[in-house]
């Protein structure tokens, strides 16, 4: 049987998976008036979160599509570079992320007890914020390392069969709350 009270921390470590990633956007150009400081952009990205410390080792893995809103500082903007040749940014937006979550309730079972493993899958929104440097090494090519932040509160909830002596089933709720940092690097290609 489940241990009474067992439930999952409030506040735990979470290790975190190295994040991949792609995102494209656009950098709108002010002619004759201003630097290119403001663009748009679309992040896709996948990362796993892992906490096995307290009630039963639980793996969520997380693929955020992001709309973001970007602002840059264009130092040493030309009219090669109207993004500059050093680029301090940062970018903000919603993320809508797909989660997938796995328990393996196995560590819960007792003598004469066998329970299923928990799974489920669900939709949520959450933060992206994310501060960076680039640097133009050529009008089309660039190099790049941010921060990342994300923040998301997604709800699991499985059905559970233990199929001990007893048989019966049980219905699991999980609402982790996932607070990530990232270190991002990559190259851009801008045309």
């Known amino acids: ?24 956007g656009y950098w709108f150009e002010f002619d004759e008036v201003m630097p290119s400081f ?5 992040d896709f990205s996948f990362y796993g979160a892992f906490e096995d410390d307290d009630f039963a080792s639980l793996d969520v893995w997380a693929t955020p599509m992001t709309p973001l809103l970007m602002l840059r500082i264009p130092l040493g903007y030309s009219e090669d570079f109207p993004g500059g040749r050093v680029q301090p ?5 919603p993320g809508f992320t797909v989660l997938a979550a796995h328990a393996d309730l196995d560590e819960l079972s007792s003598a004469g007890s066998f329970l299923d493993d928990f799974d489920d899958a669900t939709f949520d929104v959450g933060l992206d914020a994310r501060a960076g440097l ?3 090494l050529a009008p089309s090519f660039a190099l790049f390392g941010e921060y990342r932040y994300t923040y998301i509160k997604p709800e699991f909830d499985d059905e559970v069969d233990d199929s001990g002596a007893f048989d019966f089933d049980t219905d699991f709720e999980i609402e982790p709350e996932l607070k990530t940092h990232h270190i991002v690097f990559g190259a851009s290609f801008r045309f």
Do not use: F, K, M, T
């Not at 049987?1 to 494209?24: F, H, K, M, N, T």
């Open 1 to 24: 049987a489940i241990p009474p009270g067992a439930q999952y921390s409030s506040d735990v470590e979470w290790d975190v998976s190295p994040s991949l990633g792609l995102r494209g």
């Open 38 to 42: 403001l663009g748009v952009g679309l």
């Open 89 to 93: 940014y940062a970018a903000v937006g």
């Open 134 to 136: 680039a640097v133009q």
